[in-house]
């Protein structure tokens, strides 16, 4: 009965919400993806033939701390949040201190494993990333947006993603192909000049959107730092969910997915564990979408 899955778990090894039956907890990664893919194969179970999931999911490292620590009282973190407990990150048998675990690519292959089309990863840059008191190595601007199937064939409107394109002047709006393999059998796409360079719609210039999408992180005033921006969420809806569609979130937290799919014509379900949470969703759509 659902068109499209639009979701971010909770994050391994990041916050103790108190909360029975919570996920991110795991004593392992393993454990963690394993829990994961449970939650997964039934949001499979509901999915349409035809329909989409969208996940994001960022990463973490090993450390040699367990449990919950205070190493984040005073910090920027702690600020923006007013729901749980920091924890101290996790050290593995399996990794190293300072190792990063790898989560978002052990979540992925393991849902291509448990029967899910793997079908392409985006990168989310954060142009405002988080501040981290590293240096000896990068600090982390970016997180993983996963675009899977269950089928080969399924519903995607391209059209609704197509972005802005800067034209140059040239006149062919097509690439051409050379001339020598106009008759060649290997190269029938090349020579009827395929490809993409120019493309109109609705009188603008525009291309087929890219893998790489720049959203700077929005807060909102009651929710933990980890609420995903309205933008990552509006995009998975307009390609993966047709109007007057059905979208699940099982991890609807603050309610962004709820609010942006009613916004656009679509309809949805939420799930979460955290009592708090519930009610400051239904708050939260009630605002926010009876303004639109």
């Known amino acids: 009965s659902v068109d499209c899955i639009v979701t971010s778990p909770p994050y391994y090894g ?14 392992t990664p393993e454990k963690y993806i394993e829990r994961l893919i449970e939650v997964f194969t039934e949001c499979q179970r509901v999915l349409k033939d035809s329909g989409t999931m969208w996940v994001v999911i960022g990463d973490s490292y090993a450390g040699s701390g367990r449990g919950i620590g205070n190493i984040n009282i005073k910090g920027i973190q702690q600020k923006a949040s007013f729901t749980g407990d920091f924890l101290k990150p996790y050290k593995s048998y399996r990794q190293k201190n300072k190792d990063l675990f790898g989560i978002p690519w052990l979540l992925a292959l393991a849902l291509r494993d448990a029967g899910w089309y793997l079908r392409q990863d985006i990168i989310w840059h954060k142009p405002n990333p988080m501040p981290e008191s590293v240096t000896d190595r990068c600090t982390k601007s970016h997180e993983y947006i996963f675009l899977f199937s269950k089928s080969q064939k399924y519903y995607f409107n391209h059209v609704a993603m ?25 190269a029938q796409t090349i020579s009827r000049g395929w490809g993409e360079r120019w493309q109109k719609h609705n009188g603008q210039f525009v291309r087929n959107k890219r893998s790489v999408w720049t959203i700077p992180t929005r807060a909102f005033k ?3 730092f980890a609420t995903f ?23 609807i937290g603050s309610g962004t997915t709820a609010v942006v799919a009613a916004n656009l014509g679509r309809n949805y379900i939420g799930i979460e564990l955290n009592n708090e949470y519930v009610k400051l969703a239904e708050d939260r759509i009630k605002n926010e979408v009876e303004k639109n």
């Open 229 to 251: 921006p309205p933008d990552i969420v509006h995009n998975c809806i307009i390609a993966g969910c047709p109007l007057g569609g059905l979208v699940l979130d099982p991890f």
């Open 162 to 186: 197509l972005e802005p394109a800067k034209y140059d002047g040239r006149k062919s709006l097509k690439r051409n192909g050379r001339t020598k393999y106009a008759n060649s059998k290997n």
């Open 14 to 27: 990041l916050r103790n919400y108190g909360v029975s039956g919570q996920i991110g907890l795991e004593c």
């Open 222 to 224: 009651g929710a933990h």
